[in-house]
Every structure is written in structure tokens, then in C-alpha cells.
């Protein structure tokens, strides 16, 4: 058996996801090779860094997001690109798609992948591989979300985790607090956020809070979308407040104007932006360029929306895998034995991770 693990981007900083997992089961048998997500540059005009390996047997996308799926774009369509179908509803036309479900088990080219709900977005899975003792890929995952849930993953022996908050440790509870701090202002909130990711799950809360003066845009994903959704998908506690929620038109003069584009780049948000003097803009997630100095000149606040794992959800994961091999992504690792003593001894830094059985030639026959 011969397994490489070749983190092609998502090392060392948060940028596009790209892993390449080749596996041998023998020396003269053909390498499968798979790669997990096809993410795309996350500024505009940068590279995304990483360019389609060869001999590819699968795609597998964990969820919608531009950093996970926006290189899908550059993939020709003889590769079969594995995702669920909330995910393929958002993937470009042109590919090979192949269905993925959100909680359960398909194999391909032999391996058996398993899937379960990531607590991120709407459809967003994680992705264990049974090779090598287990291979896990978590995407983006969250442990604390009220609309998408987490689905414990079977154990692994090498981890690759999204880490994208670094070992910061603040609770979403403490997030929320300090949005209601902001609906005190007399302007209304403009919050430019991902249409399938916490759009949805903000006006959940919202609603939840007694506060009905949200407005979607028109497209994010709607209550009525994610009610008529696979089962899984959704945390059933909060199905009875989904309910509650009727879409209704965007409106720009709502208290609480929850719309893409997330970087406030493109659609209503960017839109809206323009018109300074009418919004308080809240950035809750990441911060391109143009967000971080709105926010250093104080015209627009940032206050993070947790949807990646805190330093305690890494930790809880990293216990649940019993993995001997732990790879955190999407951030800077600069003094890899704080990781250590926060997360322990599987953590390593290294973008190339390798393993091999050696395979003993014995004669059976005499
Ligand atoms: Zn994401």
C-alpha cells in the first residue's frame, strides 16, 4: 500500500482548497487518484495557484463556496466531479457530475467515501476515505451551527481540517451578542454574506430572537429551499422555525439586510454599499481589501459569525479521530508547537504527507 497526501493549496494561509490523495494498493496496481475540492482564488484578479493534476479519477466538491468550487471552471468534463445535490445546484454546467449523498456512503474506483453533514452550508459535506487506515477531509465545518448540522465522522488515521479561525476560541453566543449590539444603531444593518451559508442561518436567529425586520436577498437560499431539502440537511430543532419564516421580496429598507455577495464585490451587496450614508455595514466573515479599510476608517464594523471551528471544536474532532496524522488548513501555522499543546502531538505542518507498507517477498509457495 502507497498513500500520498499532496495539499496542492489550503497549506499555511486561507486561499483556494485543492488535495491531491493518490493510493496504491500495490506495487503493480494503477494509482488511484482523487482530488478533494477545486477551490478558486478568494481576491479578485489573483491566481487560484494550483493547476488540474493528471489522470484524475474523481473530483470530490465538499460544498458551494468560491474557495472550495471556484476552480471547477478550468476542469475539463471527461473527470467525474462527486458532490451533493444542494452543492450541484451551484456548479458549473459543462462538468461530468456524479452524486454524493449528505450523510452516507459511495463507492468509487473501489474506495469506499463516506459523507457527512459539515454544519457550514446548505449541502456542504466532509469526506472520509477509507484508505490507509482513514483519510478524513473535513472542508469547512462548524460544531455550532443552529441550521446545518454536524455529523460525527467514523475514525481516521490522517486528519486534514479546516482551521480557517487559527486557535481562536470565542463561542458564536458571544458573536451573537455583539450583533445586537449594532440593531441599536438608527441606520439599518447591510451585512454582504455567502447566499448559502450564514444569509439563511443569521435570519434563522434573527427570527428565533423575536426579530422579524430581516430581509433576504433574492439569491440566498430561501426557508422554503432548505425545508424541501434532503432530510439531513438541516438541524431538525430549528425546522419548526424554518417554518415560521415566509419569504417574502428583498427589501433594502428592512432593519436587517442580509444579501450577497459576501466580499461585497458583486449582486444587491455590492450595490447597496454604494449608498453610504443609508447602511451601517456588518462584515461577519471574511474581509477582502476594500472591507478591511472601510472597517479600519470605522464606515463599516466587522464582528465574525462563527462558521469555522473554534480552537475547543478542533480539539473535540482531533480527540473523536484518534488521528496519528493532523494537518490543519487554511491557516498560517507559525509556531507549530502552540498547535502541539493546543490540539496535541498529530499536528504537523507538512503539506506532503506519505505512507508506506512495505511489502514482504516472501515465497508462500515453498
Ligand atoms: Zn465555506
Not at 482531533?318 to 490543519?328: G, K, Q, S
Request: charged residues 20%; contains cysteine; hydrophobic residues 35%.
Amino acid at each position: 500500500m502507497n498513500l500520498s497526501i499532496d495539499i496542492l493549496s489550503g497549506a499555511g494561509r486561507k486561499t483556494a482548497a485543492a488535495i491531491l490523495v493518490t493510493y496504491q494498493t500495490n506495487k503493480g496496481s494503477r494509482p488511484i487518484r482523487f482530488l478533494l475540492d477545486a477551490g478558486g482564488a478568494l481576491e479578485v484578479g489573483e491566481d487560484k495557484g494550483w493547476t488540474q493534476p493528471d489522470h484524475l479519477d474523481a473530483i470530490f466538491i465538499s460544498h458551494d463556496h468560491q474557495d472550495h468550487m471556484g476552480g471547477l471552471i478550468d476542469i475539463d468534463n471527461k473527470v467525474p466531479v462527486y458532490a451533493t445535490a444542494p452543492v450541484q445546484q451551484h456548479l458549473p454546467a459543462h462538468l461530468n457530475l456524479h452524486s454524493l449523498p449528505i450523510c452516507g456512503t459511495t463507492n468509487v474506483s473501489g474506495i469506499t467515501v463516506t459523507t457527512g453533514s459539515a454544519g457550514h452550508s446548505f449541502g456542504g459535506v466532509w469526506l472520509h476515505l477509507d484508505i490507509g487506515d482513514g483519510v478524513f477531509y473535513s472542508g469547512d465545518f462548524s460544531l455550532e451551527s443552529g441550521l446545518y448540522p454536524f455529523t460525527m465522522p467514523p475514525q481516521a488515521n490522517i486528519a486534514l481540517l479546516d482551521a480557517s479561525y487559527g486557535l481562536y476560541d470565542n463561542s458564536l453566543e458571544q458573536c451573537k451578542n455583539a450583533l445586537l449590539h449594532y440593531l441599536k444603531d438608527d441606520r439599518p444593518l447591510l451585512m454582504p454574506v455567502p447566499q448559502t451559508g450564514r444569509a439563511l442561518e443569521m435570519a434563522c436567529w434573527l427570527t428565533s430572537q423575536g426579530f422579524y425586520d430581516w430581509t433576504l436577498g433574492e439569491d440566498c437560499i430561501a426557508p422554503e429551499t432548505v425545508l424541501a431539502g434532503p432530510e439531513n440537511s438541516v438541524c431538525a430543532e430549528i425546522r419548526s422555525v424554518l417554518k415560521r419564516m415566509k419569504s417574502q421580496p428583498f427589501n433594502p429598507d428592512a432593519k436587517v439586510v442580509l444579501c450577497g455577495d459576501p466580499d461585497g464585490m458583486s449582486g444587491d451587496a455590492a450595490y447597496l454599499l454604494q449608498q453610504t450614508e443609508r447602511y451601517l455595514p456588518v462584515y461577519t466573515g471574511h474581509l477582502p481589501e476594500h472591507a478591511r479599510q472601510a472597517v479600519s476608517e470605522d464606515r463599516a464594523h466587522f464582528e465574525r459569525w462563527n462558521v469555522h471551528p473554534r480552537k475547543q471544536d478542533l480539539k473535540r474532532l482531533v480527540d473523536h479521530l484518534e488521528c496519528r496524522i493532523c494537518v490543519p488548513l487554511f491557516h498560517t501555522i507559525k509556531d507549530l508547537k502552540e498547535w502541539q499543546k493546543a490540539l496535541g502531538p498529530s499536528v504537523t505542518a507538512d503539506s506532503y504527507i506519505e505512507l508506506e507498507c512495505i511489502e514482504l517477498d516472501y515465497d508462500l509457495t515453498v
